[in-house]
């Protein structure tokens, strides 16, 4: 008897493409793996300069990928945060309890600050468990 290697699907959000060859997310086996989830306008193709919005653009996205999965945000078991500055934290949070709001039901979260390039001020990656 041979194992079968899941297959992956690519998913992603309608209007934005990336610059590289790389999806935006993945899923195989029951699980989706994000790249680097930023806040650019699918309308525009623009990343807007505000931190908060650039926020709402992300987790928006995020829940557009979860979507295409057949998942919500109930299925994510870790997300992480990459932030141009510190400061940018509160945006994340605001949008974490619209999206997570019940504290006993949370996914694991860690953010870092790192350089973030093309204006983006932070970006999520997330690992979710759909089946």
């Known amino acids: 008897m041979s194992e079968q290697t899941p297959r ?13 060859p790389i999806p935006q997310a993945v899923e195989v086996g029951g699980v989706v793996f994000t790249s680097a989830i930023f806040g ?11 931190p908060a919005r650039q926020c709402e653009l992300a987790f928006s996205h ?3 990928i979860l979507a295409q999965a057949g998942a919500g945000p109930e299925s994510v078991g870790r ?4 932030l141009q500055d510190d ?4 945006h ?22 790192t ?3 093309r204006g983006m001020l ?10």
């Open 62 to 64: 995020l829940r557009t």
């Open 40 to 50: 650019e306008d699918p309308e525009t193709g623009e990343i807007p300069p505000d």
């Open 92 to 113: 994340v949070n605001e949008e974490w309890l619209k999206m997570f709001p019940d504290e006993d039901d949370r996914p694991a979260r860690h953010a870092v600050r």
């Open 87 to 90: 400061a940018h934290r509160k």
């Open 8 to 20: 992956r699907r690519t998913l992603g959000v309608p209007g934005i493409e990336h610059q590289n």
């Open 122 to 131: 932070v970006q999520l990656e997330a690992i979710a468990v759909v089946r």
């Open 115 to 117: 350089d973030l390039r």
């Open 79 to 82: 997300l992480t945060v990459f």
